[in-house]
């Protein structure tokens, strides 16, 4: 059974602040996707790690992982902080009908997993959650994910039970963008947060860490646990 932390002391309030300027530093990397010049491409971990030696942006303090149930892509319900207790696991927000950010991003920590040893793989959860459940069926969710992995989970819901769990990461609500045609694209954090054996996330991981960096970090966290030193 994993060993929890107890939960920050700060006053919600200036919890919830000190996130913000953090997330604030991140906030080129989330937008609609495919804008790219509205968006840019977001900040960049290369050549400046966290201290311990990450390619994360380590997060003060740390972001508790949600403790809310949605719909996995078989349809059935996921308590998100019990079914991946004792489990390394990353979070991304996005949608299927992203263009670029969003398989990017998944497809960058596929390579990785591919990289670590099978034991290290076998403690790393990847969980992707839909910002466009309109058109994120669960049985779409699951057709895309496998084209990457097909252990990585792929969680929808109500509008009303994203937003709570959005809410909870500190995360703008979701805003669709007209992109003519009927089509839309979704503003969205393009992220991924990275939440340890006690159920928060110390390090959020932008755009741009190379499949490499993701693997070293990624065996470091599954072996070692979190630490800043």
């Given at each position: 059974?994993?060993?929890?932390?107890?939960?920050?002391?700060?006053?919600?309030?200036?919890?919830?602040?000190?996130?913000?300027?953090?997330?604030?530093?991140?906030?080129?990397?989330?937008?609609?996707?495919?804008?790219?010049?509205?968006?840019?491409?977001?900040?960049?971990?290369?050549?400046?790690?966290?201290?311990?030696?990450?390619?994360?942006?380590?997060?003060?303090?740390?972001?508790?992982?949600?403790?809310?149930?949605?719909?996995?892509?078989?349809?059935?319900?996921?308590?998100?902080?019990?079914?991946?207790?004792?489990?390394?696991?990353?979070?991304?927000?996005?949608?299927?009908?992203?263009?670029?950010?969003?398989?990017?991003?998944?497809?960058?920590?596929?390579?990785?997993?591919?990289?670590?040893?099978?034991?290290?793989?076998?403690?790393?959860?990847?969980?992707?959650?839909?910002?466009?459940?309109?058109?994120?069926?669960?049985?779409?969710?699951?057709?895309?994910?496998?084209?990457?992995?097909?252990?990585?989970?792929?969680?929808?819901?109500?509008?009303?039970?994203?937003?709570?769990?959005?809410?909870?990461?500190?995360?703008?609500?979701?805003?669709?963008?007209?992109?003519?045609?009927?089509?839309?694209?979704?503003?969205?954090?393009?992220?991924?947060?990275?939440?340890t054996t006690d159920d928060l996330a110390h390090?959020?991981?932008?755009?741009?860490?190379?499949?490499?960096?993701?693997?070293?970090?990624?065996?470091?966290?599954?072996?070692?646990?979190?630490?800043?030193?």
């Amino acid at each position: 059974m994993s060993e929890r932390r107890p939960r920050s002391l700060l006053p919600r309030r200036r919890r919830a602040a000190a996130i913000a300027l953090v997330l604030a530093v991140l906030a080129l990397a989330g937008a609609a996707c495919g804008d790219r010049a509205s968006t840019g491409a977001g900040p960049s971990p290369q050549g400046a790690m966290s201290p311990g030696g990450w390619s994360g942006a380590q997060v003060t303090p740390a972001i508790h992982k949600p403790d809310v149930t949605l719909v996995d892509s078989s349809g059935a319900p996921f308590s998100l902080r019990r079914a991946t207790d004792g489990y390394v696991t990353l979070l991304y927000v996005g949608y299927t009908h992203c263009p670029d950010v969003c398989p990017l991003q998944m497809a960058t920590v596929a390579s990785a997993l591919k990289k670590v040893p099978p034991d290290v793989a076998a403690k790393i959860k990847v969980v992707f959650l839909t910002a466009d459940p309109a058109r994120d069926t669960p049985a779409h969710l699951r057709e895309w994910l496998d084209r990457f992995n097909p252990s990585f989970i792929g969680l929808t819901g109500s509008q009303a039970a994203i937003g709570a769990a959005l809410k909870a990461l500190y995360m703008a609500p979701v805003q669709k963008e007209d992109l003519g045609g009927g089509n839309y694209g979704v503003s969205h954090a393009a992220y991924v947060l990275a939440f340890t054996t006690d159920d928060l996330a110390h390090l959020i991981y932008p755009e741009g860490v190379t499949a490499d960096d993701w693997a070293r970090d990624l065996e470091k966290l599954v072996r070692r646990g979190w630490t800043d030193q």
